[in-house]
């Protein structure tokens, strides 16, 4: 393999990796917020239980998240120095904004909500709470924001020409509000909501199969349920006004979404399929110019195809980003039918009736991590061969002194480390879900306070 193609899996895999914390941490803190408000309001001890528990799970994602999001920060350095060069005072004003404005914001108020619980009021502790979600929330916003200057340049200017050229700021705000942020902003919320929901829904399903910590279970799961259900259903919402986005600012990248290669033509929307990138074909099940109506509500206005661009400004690797884009609107539709059956099932007064419902909820964590996963996958390898979309190509980007076997070296190393961080994080999680909530438990699945906890 080239550097190109290693430094782009190296980089691939770290941020995968990374890219597992922060969409459960923002997820967890809404759920964090909704337990201990209601605590507040109900003064149900359950609730307060519910909140203590998820406060631990929330500091070891937490933790790990800041671990594995460094080494992406020095890889702008190391393995692309000319994109940094090209970029970094747009780049890095997004990663200056979110370490000022959100990190510090997070980690100022994470002390009092890991160690104020019996040290401040119970107000000031709620308001912790919230602070340190909204911090994970405004994170987001500025790494999305940088990610879609790169899909969607606006507000700049070039300043000098080949080497020496670099994009500086014109409008600081156009740069915030460039064509793509607020839709994608919104939709990697909802996916980090689902994320975390799902989380918490998979350790209560659980607990309920167990018949361990039943009463508290059947709180937290019908109320996060609710969430999880609007979340499920607003996520293919702002999907869609993402698409209609993509079609206008990257109409090569909604082509490759749909294996779409006529020039200007009207075009199927395919349930599944395979992508044949030398025949130019797709076999699959498909709904006839589907993707015209949606974009455009109408059967006749032709959308723009990969043929209408030069093959060197256009995507490689069609079928993958096909199959990553349909797997992650196959999660999404799984999604929206599990939660609208089970609420249904809830208000019906039967669903913790269901076992097999109980067993499926248990394994559905990995449902929205897969969904963002590769939503992401597509995303990015849909903007090929750019790296800053029509501005600067991906091989033009690459660091001139770093030689493939160093990447390589790295990429073994990483992956090694990362596969430990993992393996630590699993057994982590796993002790403290087994540890369960700090009450006693009676045989018959029902508890009262453990005066012996920590």
Avoid: C
Wanted: overall charge neutral; cysteine-free.
């Amino acid at each position: 393999m080239d550097v190109e193609i290693l430094s782009r899996i190296q980089f691939a895999f770290t941020i995968s990796f990374h890219y597992i914390y922060p969409p459960l941490s923002i997820g967890l803190g809404i759920a964090l917020v909704v337990f201990e408000g209601m605590y507040l309001r109900t003064k149900d001890k359950h609730y307060e239980q519910l909140t203590k528990f998820w406060i631990r799970v929330f500091a070891l994602i937490f933790g790990i998240g800041v671990a594995t999001g460094i080494v992406m920060e020095f890889e702008f350095g190391t393995n692309w120095a000319a994109y940094s060069r090209y970029v970094g005072d747009i780049f890095g004003s997004a990663l200056a904004a979110e370490g000022i404005f959100a990190f510090a914001l997070e980690s100022t108020f994470l002390g009092i909500l890991l160690f104020g619980w019996n040290k401040v009021s119970p107000r000031v502790h709620f308001f912790s709470t919230i602070m340190v979600t909204l911090g994970s929330m405004f994170s987001a916003i500025w790494i999305v924001v940088a990610n879609s200057w790169q899909q969607t340049p606006a507000g700049y200017k070039i300043v000098g020409e080949g080497m020496t050229a670099r994009a500086e700021i014109t409008d600081f705000w156009a740069m915030v509000f460039n064509p793509s942020s607020v839709d994608r902003i919104v939709h990697v919320w909802i996916g980090a909501f689902l994320a975390g929901t799902f989380l918490v829904l998979s350790v209560h399903a659980y607990y309920i199969l167990k018949n361990r910590f039943v009463e508290q279970s059947k709180k937290a799961f019908g109320i996060i349920l609710v969430i999880a259900g609007i979340s499920a259903l607003a996520q293919l919402v702002t999907g869609h006004d993402s698409a209609n986005g993509v079609a206008i600012n990257q109409p090569a990248k909604l082509a490759s979404f749909e294996g779409h290669y006529d020039s200007l033509a009207v075009a199927d929307m395919y349930l599944f399929g395979w992508v044949n990138d030398a025949k130019q074909t797709v076999t699959g099940l498909k709904i006839p110019k589907g993707l015209t109506y949606l974009l455009h509500q109408d059967f006749t206005t032709p959308v723009t195809g990969l043929n209408a661009f030069d093959k060197n400004d256009r995507p490689g690797q069609v079928n993958f980003i096909f199959q990553t884009y349909h797997l992650m609107i196959l999660i999404g539709m799984l999604l929206i039918g599990l939660t609208l059956f089970s609420l249904f099932l809830w208000w019906k007064g039967k669903l913790f009736k269901q076992r097999w419902l109980m067993i499926v909820f248990s394994f559905s964590v990995l449902l929205p991590q897969i969904a963002n996963q590769v939503g992401w996958y597509s995303a990015e390898a849909g903007r090929q061969p750019w790296v800053v979309y029509g501005l600067l190509r991906t091989s033009d980007a690459l660091s001139e002194n770093v030689r493939a076997e160093q990447v390589l070296f790295s990429l073994i190393l990483f992956t090694l480390l990362y596969v430990i961080l993992f393996i630590l994080f699993i057994y982590l999680l796993n002790k403290k879900i087994q540890h369960g909530l700090d009450i006693a438990e009676t045989k018959n699945g029902h508890t009262q306070p453990n005066l012996t906890a920590q």
